[in-house]
């Protein structure tokens, strides 16, 4: 089980945030990998990949994301938000059966 | 550029099938294995399963019914999810995505049930 917090985030323009996600297991596989991605979905499109491997940021991604964490425990950060971070974002373990995270709504003040 | 399109929205009614399907292109369709993901209305995302794009064989997530199936058409570069016996809580979006990292993702296809 992926259990993100909070479920909802209200940040002002220009200011941090931070996502939780934990998991009910360790998510280091086999192979000494962790695979837990960071997702974003905004109102009415498909989710985007943002995160991969808990800190790899996809191609275009811009800097301010960034992913930590290890074993159950990560974070995405956003350092400075902007207006087009609005809408949800979602972890996902790939470790095991890929199971995803409640969610996160992430809206403006 | 990499893609994933997916066919247009389906309106069934309960009891009947339905068959979607996700053409990709800009990659070499068999190296990776296609996924699906559903979205009820106003709810997060749930894995259905995926299919291996080399071997036709499909993966199903834990605890889901034999509801799903999904085939596969290399020669067009598609994958299809058919769904049968419908029920009014399969109403969703489906998304197909591109192998175990989820990388790349379709437009999403609006499955509605309704009598």
């Known amino acids: 089980v992926m259990t993100q917090s909070p479920l909802s985030l209200p940040v002002t323009l220009g200011q941090p945030a931070s996502i939780s996600c934990r998991s009910s297991q360790s998510l280091v596989h086999s192979d000494g990998k962790t695979y837990l991605s960071w997702f974003h979905q905004r109102p009415g499109q498909s989710p985007r990949r943002l995160i991969y491997r808990v800190s790899y940021r996809d191609s275009g991604v811009p800097d301010r994301f960034s992913g930590s964490g290890s074993g159950t425990d990560f974070t995405l950060k956003i350092s400075s938000v902007e207006a087009e971070d609005v809408g949800v974002f979602y972890c996902?373990?790939?470790?095991?059966?890929?199971?995803f995270g409640g969610g996160t709504k992430v809206e403006i003040k | 550029q990499v893609q994933l399109v997916q066919s247009g929205s389906e309106l069934k009614k309960p009891g009947a099938s339905v068959k979607i399907s996700c053409t990709g292109s800009?990659?070499?369709?068999?190296?990776?294995?296609m996924a699906w993901v559903r979205q009820a209305p106003g709810h997060g995302l749930e894995w259905i399963g995926w299919?291996?794009?080399?071997?036709?064989?499909?993966m199903f997530a834990p605890g889901l019914t034999g509801q799903f199936d999904f085939t596969l058409d290399t020669s067009v570069n598609t994958a299809y999810l058919q769904i049968r016996n419908l029920k009014a809580d399969d109403t969703a979006v489906y998304y197909c995505?591109?192998?175990?990292?989820?990388?790349?993702w379709g437009q999403g296809t609006m499955v509605i049930v309704s009598s």
């Open positions: 996902m373990q790939g470790t095991h059966w890929p199971t």
């Open positions: 299919i291996n794009t080399n071997t036709g064989n499909p």
């Open positions: 800009g990659y070499s369709f068999t190296d990776f294995a």
């Open positions: 995505a591109r192998g175990s990292a989820f990388d790349v």
